[in-house]
């Protein structure tokens, strides 16, 4: 018994901080992209009574909008309330927990298992996601869903996985292409006679083919009904799909290295470079460790694909998948290489140092950051409803206050509180502003608030600050 609990103490102790993370959260309200994409969705279902498929141009992402279906399904039955909304993803952070585990069961020994699923969950930008309405949780689900069935070929439950994909999202389906890459590799022996493999690879797209077809019917019905696949050009966030030059695709290489490396990540680079230095390419004589090796430079190369040809498309949780596996490979080096006790030692207390502290990464006011992407954000909540009640104190109503993303929303579609006022838009001349840092503002803009508008009232709480501005006369 002892035993049993001393090997799943790391473990025991992730699932008391998932829980503890989670249940804090269950009063925050939509935060950044998901009141669009979830919130503007669920909302739209519910008051048409799912009388439409397709979304409006104002809010169609141009994806298959399951994911607001599937909230607004659930507030039909439990009502509308941010409680009910953030336990619509227990389901999915539960299966988060359960394929993780089972993937690090498959690479690691058990007397690991435990320790390496900490280091891989306490990454700053997973954790801050499942705090979140956000449907890039059920897409970390059905990817490690479907990664441990290719790695099990478990053909049925990898057919629903890929199909679950498409549904989630356009990167959904990045992703789904990754894993049939990641399957042909596993599961179809290239030794065989031409013929063979013919077959095999015959027999394996079956699994992918409804998928498929879900895609085609959606998008072929979508472009009947409105002209337009993916995005359009009057689309609010259309600016995120102009493409790049040449230069502009390899700024962003360096920007896709920097999220990569960002918010504590750095520290796991730094664990790997240092073992790289020590063992040379001996660390990857180990079967596994190359199988996770050739799983990372899959996804790292497939998965941005259709995120560098753009401006705009290269948030931090579009590239969950590609953490989560590198921090499974490091690990599986870092437990199976030949180092001593003392080095793996110091070498976990880096990784967890580094990505711990990387939730209070913060970088100067003219660079903008991805804010739901670390657990830094947290504050911002109560910050808000603290200014919105001084607002309120001092008489001062919201349609005179001019702010910005994702703060110009309608009321009720970040709080769900039946308030349906918001805030403007931010122009040069407005009487009062309402700024947090975690607005990543323009530096045009940002000039124009600290030259010509003074403070009137300053909110705090560790990294995350709210001002109220006002004119200068």
């Known amino acids: 018994m002892l035993k049993l609990i001393k090997d799943n103490l790391f473990y025991y102790l992730s699932l008391i901080i998932l829980i503890v993370l989670y249940t804090s959260s269950l009063q925050n309200s939509f935060f950044w992209d998901t009141i669009q994409l979830a919130s503007k969705h669920a909302n739209y279902y519910l008051s048409t009574n799912f009388s439409n498929i397709l979304l409006p141009n104002s809010i169609d992402s141009g994806h298959i909008p399951t994911f607001g279906f599937y909230l607004a399904f659930i507030w039909s039955i439990f009502g509308k309330s941010l409680i009910v909304s953030h336990l619509s993803m227990l389901p999915f952070v539960v299966g988060i927990v359960w394929q993780l585990k089972k993937a690090v069961t498959f690479f690691f020994k058990k007397e690991h298992v435990g320790i390496v699923f900490l280091l891989v969950v306490l990454d700053p930008t997973l954790l801050s996601q499942i705090t979140l309405i956000s449907p890039d949780i059920p897409l970390v689900f059905f990817f490690l869903l479907g990664l441990n069935s290719v790695l099990q070929n478990k053909k049925n439950i990898l057919l629903i996985s890929i199909l679950l994909l498409f549904l989630t999202s356009m990167r959904g389906m990045m992703v789904a292409f990754c894993i049939l890459i990641i399957d042909v590799f596993y599961n179809v022996h290239f030794n065989n006679s031409v013929k063979n493999i013919f077959y095999s690879l015959l027999k394996r797209s079956q699994i992918y083919l409804p998928a498929v077809f879900v895609f085609i019917f959606f998008n072929l019905y979508h472009y009947l009904e409105k ?16 493409s790049v030059n040449l230069k502009g695709y390899f700024f962003n290489i360096g920007i896709l290295f920097w999220r990569i490396i960002d918010f504590g990540r750095i520290g796991i680079w730094i664990v790997f470079s240092i073992l790289f230095l020590k063992y040379g390419k001996q660390i990857f004589r180990d079967k596994l460790t190359r199988q996770l090796l050739f799983i990372f430079i899959c996804i790292l190369l497939i998965l941005p694909l259709n995120m560098l040809w753009a401006k705009n498309l290269l948030a931090h949780r579009y590239l969950l998948p590609i953490y989560l596996t590198f921090s499974l490979l490091c690990a599986r080096i870092l437990f199976y290489s030949n180092s001593s006790v003392t080095l793996k030692r110091v070498l976990i207390g880096i990784w ?11 970088y100067p006011d003219k660079i903008s950051q991805g804010w739901d992407s670390t657990l830094g954000h947290l504050p911002y909540y109560k910050l808000r409803n603290q200014a919105i009640n001084y607002l309120e104190e001092q008489e001062i109503d919201i349609d005179q206050v001019q702010s910005f993303f994702p703060n110009t929303a309608r009321i009720d579609n970040i709080d769900l509180n039946g308030n349906h006022k918001n805030f403007k838009g931010f122009k040069a001349g407005a009487e009062y502003v309402f700024y947090s840092n975690i607005y990543n503002i323009s530096d045009k803009d940002y000039e124009a608030l600290t030259k010509e508008y003074d403070v009137i009232k300053e909110f705090k709480n560790q990294i995350v600050f709210i001002k109220i501005y006002k004119k200068q006369k």
């Open 352 to 362: 967890l140092l580094a990505i711990t502290t990387g939730n209070f990464w913060v």
């Open 227 to 242: 002209g337009w696949i993916g995005y359009h050009e009057d689309s609010p966030w259309a600016n995120c799909f102009e």
